[in-house]
């Protein structure tokens, strides 16, 4: 919870109990109890706007002066839904001016940016409006400060897929990707993007192509791997190991000394999986001895805090294994 200082507004403020158009009204205190555990120290300011919302509240008066008050109130506190409810209700009451009402959220969010109650505000008065003309830019901005926040994504998502406007937004996240390759967000709208379109054979080639470019740039990037693991998952059978160029590209960054611990583990996943369709037993032995060999390097140097799990990938391709011959 935020609390702006008495400072704040210092020159023009005019406290509500000193205001001949608030008069009529009588403030209502929060009731903590008798004997609270622990009493929050308030501002008076604080206090005051909060005991005469509480007031408009137990009235229900939706009026200019109740919007009013609610923007002082989500001020001093942006992340109270209550306050947040009730100006939608006093909005709808009014039949207020929502393009208005958008540029007030911009501001709110410009200074809020990873305030849930403020984007669900943001999406309410753009469903009211169907005008999603504005989202875009609004979520490339609060991006621009931070390429990650969860939920300027989040809405832009809904923004794009509700008002389906999904043209441009591979251009966009490849932009961001280009400026930071390990932006997971943006590697995460790249499918999400795609996931629209549909994963046809053309697509699937090309973003394989996307993302083995991108993993000969920075090897150790966690999410080009995982971007690849999901393209690879939406083609054909959905085997990792249908596509030998693929598997020619990886085995050849670790012939060449590459040990990224996500290079070795996407040639894990792809030998047992290989291991276990086979029928030739020589080739069978092969691979597990490649897969053994592996998961002990990645429990003993490459990913050792997951030591136990990489023994534990061992021993259930050996069971598997074992299971088969029986």
């Known amino acids: 919870m935020s609390d702006t200082s008495d400072e704040e507004w210092s020159e023009s403020w005019i406290p509500y109990s000193q205001r001949s158009d608030w008069k009529d009204v009588v403030p209502l205190a929060q009731d ?76 709110v969010i410009t200074e809020n940016a990873k305030n849930y109650q403020v984007w669900h505000h943001r999406r309410v008065i753009v469903e009211m409006l169907n005008d999603a003309s504005k989202e875009l830019d609004l979520t490339e901005m609060a991006l621009r400060t931070d390429a990650k ?15 389906n406007l999904y043209d441009d937004e591979l251009a966009f996240v490849d932009r961001l990707i280009s400026e930071d390759i390990r932006n997971n967000s943006a590697w995460n709208q790249r499918f ?3 996931k629209h379109f549909g994963f046809t054979t053309e697509v699937i080639q090309r973003e394989l192509d996307y993302a083995l470019n991108r993993i000969r740039i920075v090897k150790n990037n966690e999410s080009s791997w995982n971007y690849l693991k999901g393209i690879l998952r939406r083609s054909g059978n959905g085997s990792l190991s249908q596509f030998p160029e693929v598997i020619a590209f990886c ?12 290079l070795i583990a996407f040639l894990i996943d792809v030998y047992c999986e290989k291991c276990l369709q086979t029928s030739d037993l020589g080739e069978k032995e092969a691979l597990s001895r490649k897969v053994y ?4 390097d990645m429990s003993k140097k490459h990913d050792v805090i997951r030591r136990k799990y990489w023994q534990y990938v061992a021993d259930q391709l050996k069971s598997k294994l074992d299971s088969k011959q029986l």
């Open 251 to 262: 085995e050849e960054l670790y012939a060449n000394n590459s040990r990224s611990p996500y």
């Open 32 to 107: 903590d109890g008798e004997n609270p555990v622990v009493e929050i120290a308030y501002s008076a300011k604080f206090r005051e706007i909060f005991d005469y919302f509480r007031a408009i509240l137990a009235r229900q008066e939706k009026s200019s002066r109740a919007l009013e008050l609610t923007t002082d109130a989500l001020r001093l506190n942006p992340a109270n839904y209550t306050v947040w409810q009730y100006r939608r209700d006093i909005l709808r009451e009014l039949g207020s001016d929502l393009s208005e009402e958008l540029g007030y959220i911009e501001d």
């Open 192 to 194: 999400f993007v795609l």
């Open 149 to 163: 926040n969860y939920h300027a994504w989040q809405h832009r998502q809904w923004a794009i897929s509700t008002f």
């Open 293 to 296: 060999s592996l998961c002990d």
